[in-house]
């Protein structure tokens, strides 16, 4: 009876012992898991990161015009596929395809004292062109004055400081504008944009040289920096797409002269006709493909954004970050 029970004891002692193994053992088995996950989403990451980048290096050619950049893509598209074992794909957006110079430049406007005035007026215009009403437009143009200058002196309808603590929206920069997103951390811009009803980050800009290039920039945008009133560009808008009616192909034509009225001081001092050195562009790789999984979920490829500033002659990339975007 004894050895019957000590048999029974180091059955129980064993079965436990094993158990114990066992469930160590899955444990270890799902950390390898998890951890082998982990890696193989970094390696589709870096990968997407590679295939986006052949987006930017595409671009960094001097020839390549915006209406060739999608069929191009395409074909780049497919001859990266060839030596992967996975399915691979660079888009380039065309519509941040463009000479970045063509924007009206804040920080070239407003951060600069000795340009202040000038910029005022030239939102103003562009403003009073969205329809947006002088009240909201004067408002908005002090408040975000006083988010850029390094003082505490608010300007009559603008807002510092205390202002913003009040309304529990963070505080001024006090310095040049770092990204287009932070305007919407100005108080009243929101508001005003709104009102405005108009794709207003694709209007603005935070680099280059200052000058407008006539080449690439909205008509709104050409008679706000210009002063001039509500569709006197149009002529020359029409005659720059050229023969074949489409802007930034190789025909375009850039001719001032019809802007008219307006001094050609004016015209030397704010815009430029020379091929704009100064593009932005957003390539975005993706890799793999979408599956179904066990429970029916969709599992999309990994992708990612690069958006870069380039300089095509001599081809090189000044500036690049990474944004988020769904496959």
């Not at 671009?59 to 074909?75: G, K």
């Not at 007026?121 to 004067?138: D, H, K, Y």
């Amino acid at each position: 009876m004894r050895l019957q029970g000590s048999r029974g004891v180091a059955l129980v002692v064993v079965l436990w012992a094993v158990g114990l193994i066992a469930f160590a053992l899955t444990g270890l088995s799902l950390m390898f898991q998890a951890q082998l996950e982990q890696e193989v989403a970094a390696l589709q990451n870096a990968r997407a990161m590679l295939v986006a980048e052949s987006g930017i290096q595409m671009c960094l050619h001097r020839d390549l015009t915006r209406e060739e950049a999608q069929e191009a893509s395409v074909q780049l598209s497919q001859r990266l596929q060839a030596g992967w074992r996975v399915p691979v794909e660079f888009r380039v957006d065309l519509q941040s395809f463009r000479q970045e110079e063509g924007s009206l430049n804040l920080n070239y406007w407003l951060a600069d004292p000795q340009r202040e005035k000038t910029g005022r007026v030239i939102l103003q215009n562009l403003f009073a062109g969205w329809g947006v009403n002088l009240e909201t437009s004067v408002q908005v143009i002090d408040a975000l004055l006083d988010w850029m200058d390094p003082d505490d002196f608010t300007r009559p309808q603008g807002a510092e400081a205390e202002d913003y603590r009040e309304q529990k929206m963070g505080r001024p920069r006090n310095g040049r504008i770092e990204s287009l997103d932070e305007l919407e951390n100005v108080m009243g811009w929101k508001e005003m944009a709104k009102e405005a009803n108009v794709d207003w980050r694709s209007k603005f800009t935070l680099y280059g040289s200052g000058k407008l290039s006539l080449k690439s920039a909205d008509q709104d945008v050409i008679e706000a920096v210009l002063g001039m009133a509500p569709g006197s560009a149009e002529p020359f808008l029409r005659a720059r797409k050229g023969a074949d009616t489409i802007d930034g192909t190789r025909d375009d034509v850039i001719n001032p002269a019809l802007l008219a009225g307006v001094p050609t001081a004016v015209l030397e001092e704010r815009t430029s006709v020379g091929e704009a050195e100064l593009w932005r562009v957003s390539s975005t790789g993706t890799v793999g493909k979408a599956k179904k999984k066990e429970k029916g979920e969709d599992a999309m490829g990994v992708s990612r954004t690069l958006v870069a500033l380039i300089i095509r002659n001599p081809p090189q990339v000044l500036a690049r970050w990474l944004e988020e975007k769904s496959p």
